[in-house]
């Protein structure tokens, strides 16, 4: 079967997810999410609020997040974002006014040895 990259999922406001958390396609984060989050395309939105190991093809932080992540292709830290922890990104953007006050480090997910780091979501290639 084809997976649908069109879901969407919400966590809304004053929602509490407190565990571990995967979810295929967009997952939008108005709530808070604790504990261990894994998917594909996360948005936290100015309200969200992110305290996890987290391991994501793509994230849009505008809101809070806390912790160690995982992107595998691209980051984005809006003006609205507080970012605090450890990255390990293949790409970071970062508007003006946006926090960061974390260890970042690049990975190549064509690099031999980080190719373990494309199966992030344990995708085949």
């Known amino acids: 079967m084809k997976q649908n990259s069109k879901n969407i999922s919400i966590i809304d406001q004053g929602e509490l997810v407190d565990g571990t958390l995967a979810c295929r396609g967009r997952l939008v984060i108005n709530g808070t999410v604790k504990g261990k989050l894994e998917g ?3 948005v936290v939105s100015q309200d969200g609020i992110v305290q996890a190991n987290t391991k994501v093809n793509n994230m849009t932080l505008g809101g ?4 160690e992540i995982r992107v595998a ?9 507080d ?3 450890k990255i390990f990104c293949k790409n970071i ?8 006050n974390a260890s970042v480090t690049h ?9 373990s780091f494309k ?6 290639d």
Do not use: W, Y
């Open 40 to 42: 594909d395309n996360v």
């Open 64 to 67: 809070t997040f806390e912790g």
């Open 73 to 81: 292709q691209e980051m984005i830290i809006l003006s609205t974002g």
């Open 83 to 85: 970012c605090s922890g």
């Open 93 to 100: 953007v970062m508007e003006a006014g946006g926090m960061l």
């Open 107 to 115: 990975v190549d997910a064509e690099q031999p040895h980080t190719r």
């Open 119 to 124: 199966n992030l979501l344990n995708k085949k």
